[in-house]
């Protein structure tokens, strides 16, 4: 890792980890009082998974936990990070309502909205320009774990990638439906 890259690292890990101090230490958690509470949104789980990678690339800086970002950013930084922009900003371009009603923008600063759903998306955008990441399966192995990875060429990947975010999606409203907690929350929500 070049110095330049280092300093990139670091600078990125004082403004995760920074962040996620502020919203651990000032934010309201709505409904509980462990923080825990607030990683049922994707939001908040990429905002700890960008944190705890941009740290380990600081530390990796030698070259220890290389192997473990690398996977780390092809498996769940780099797409989760792309989902969470993506999503975000796209429903808040076609109703802004819909990803943050006005009551939670007043109880979220605007930067730390931002770092949790603009910044990632520049996050790994510039990691993938800084940093040479590895992934191992297809290209230093020459074969894929799944022989019908094959077959894809890079419309297929991207058919797979959107099929993957509508069944997640899907499985989550399934979760809800069985769950017995559809109309309690469309309730608890029209209370507020």
């Keep these: 890792m ?7 690292s670091i600078i990125f890990a004082i403004i995760w980890s920074s962040a996620l101090y502020f919203d651990f230490t000032w934010q309201p958690r709505l409904g509980h009082d462990w923080y825990i509470y ?5 939001t908040n789980i990429n905002f700890v998974l960008d944190t705890i990678y941009s740290v380990l690339v600081v530390i990796s800086y030698k070259g220890t936990f290389q192997d473990i970002t690398d996977f ?22 076609i109703e802004p309502e819909l990803v943050m009603p006005a009551w939670v923008a007043r109880l979220i600063p605007s930067w730390l909205n ?7 998306i520049f996050y790994v955008l510039l990691e993938t ?11 230093i192995d020459g074969f894929w774990i799944y022989p019908l990875l094959q077959l894809f060429n890079f419309h297929h990947f991207v058919l797979a990638y959107i099929a993957g975010v509508a069944g997640f999606f899907s499985l989550t409203q399934l979760a809800v439906i069985l769950s017995g ?6 309730e608890k929500f029209k209370s507020n």
């Excluded at 070049?2 to 300093?7: E, G, I, R, T, V």
């Excluded at 931002?114 to 990632?120: D, E, F, K, N, Y």
């Excluded at 320009?129 to 290209?139: D, G, L, T």
Aim: glycine share 4%; net charge positive.
């Design 2 to 8: 070049s110095k330049f890259s280092l300093a990139i």
């Design 38 to 42: 607030k990683l049922i949104m994707l």
């Design 72 to 93: 780390m950013f092809f498996t769940s930084v780099f797409p989760i990070a792309v989902v969470t922009s993506g999503l975000f900003w796209g429903l808040y371009a």
């Design 114 to 120: 931002h770092v949790t759903h603009t910044l990632p």
């Design 129 to 139: 320009r800084v940093h040479k990441r590895i992934f191992a399966i297809r290209y």
């Design 181 to 186: 907690n559809r109309k309690n929350s469309s």
